[in-house]
Nanobody
Framework: QVQLVESGGGLVQAGGSLRLSCAAS????????LAWFRQAPGKEREFVVG????????FYADSVKGRFTISRDSAKNTVYLQMNSLKPEDTAVYYC???????????????WGQGTQVTVSS
C-alpha cells in the first residue's frame, strides 16, 4: 500500500502562482512514476505531468509546458508541482497518483491522493 496526500491548493488570480505538494508514505520505492492529474467539474480526469523517481525524468502535457514544473525531494518522499502563469482553464481538483511505469491514462495508476482544489479567477 502507498498513501498519497496532496496539499497547497487554493484561490489565485489569473497570472498568479501556486505550489502543490504530494507526500508519499506506506512503502519504500525507487522504481515508480509519480504524476499529477486534474479534473474540472463535468470533465474527464486528465494527465498533467509525471516524474520517474529513479532519475527524475519528466514528461508534461502540452497544455502546461513552460508554465508548470514538477520536482521531487527524495529525503522527504515528496513531489512538488510549481504552477506559474495560471489561467482560469487550470481550475480543477488536482490529484497525485503513483504507477509502476510511464503512462498518461488514469487507469494505469494504482494509488491516488484525495485531491486538492485549485481555483483561478479571471
Amino acid at each position: 500500500q502507498v498513501q498519497l496526500v496532496e496539499s497547497g491548493g487554493g484561490l489565485v488570480q489569473a497570472g498568479g502562482s501556486l505550489r502543490l505538494s504530494c507526500a508519499a508514505s506506506g512503502r519504500t520505492f525507487s522504481s515508480s512514476i509519480l504524476a499529477w492529474f486534474r479534473q474540472a467539474p463535468g470533465k474527464e480526469r486528465e494527465f498533467v505531468v509525471g516524474i520517474r523517481w529513479r532519475d527524475s525524468g519528466t514528461f508534461y502535457a502540452d497544455s502546461v509546458k513552460g508554465r508548470f514544473t514538477i520536482s521531487r525531494d527524495s529525503a522527504k518522499n515528496t513531489v512538488y508541482l510549481q504552477m506559474n502563469s495560471l489561467k482560469p482553464e487550470d481550475t480543477a481538483v488536482y490529484y497525485c497518483a503513483a504507477a509502476g511505469r510511464i503512462a498518461t491514462s488514469p487507469h494505469e495508476y494504482d494509488y491516488w491522493g484525495q485531491g486538492t482544489q485549485v481555483t483561478v479567477s479571471s
